[in-house]
């Protein structure tokens, strides 16, 4: 199983990574995209939508299920990933690049601190 140290981690299964421009990106990990199976349709967040930490920030359908994203973190949405629209399949081959799913300005009262580092993650994977 592939994760990242240089990443953050939701107990959800998403990934946020601190860009340089101070935006969040974030996507599912490979964990996720491996249990969903074959993604074929990715329902992604409006630009603008405000999130709340644990709400819906969209849904990955799969040959197997449909399953909601949960926003990692408070904030806004300033971008999504367009080319998921076309090529869904991106979160099952690149999840950690290619298949991000949008990016976000955080709510300063929402840190990214509050997330798991990788080792963290990988023990909540095992138990």
């Not at 990934?15 to 491996?34: H, K, P």
């Not at 806004?76 to 300005?105: A, Q, T």
């Amino acid at each position: 199983m592939n994760i990242p140290d240089d990443l953050m981690y939701s107990e959800d299964h998403q990934w946020v990574r601190m860009e340089e421009n101070g935006l969040i990106r974030v996507g599912i990990t490979d964990y996720a995209q491996d249990a969903l199976g074959e993604v074929v349709f990715v329902d992604l967040p409006e630009i603008d939508r405000l999130l709340e930490k644990g709400g819906v920030l969209g849904e990955v359908e799969s040959s197997k299920s449909v399953s909601e994203i949960s926003a990692p973190l408070s904030g806004r949405v300033s971008e999504v990933n367009d080319d998921l629209e076309l090529h869904p399949m991106k979160v099952n081959e690149d999840p950690y690049g290619e298949g991000w799913i949008c990016l976000m300005s955080g709510e300063e009262s929402d840190p990214i601190s509050k997330l798991l580092d990788s080792d963290s993650y990988r023990s909540l994977l095992e138990s």
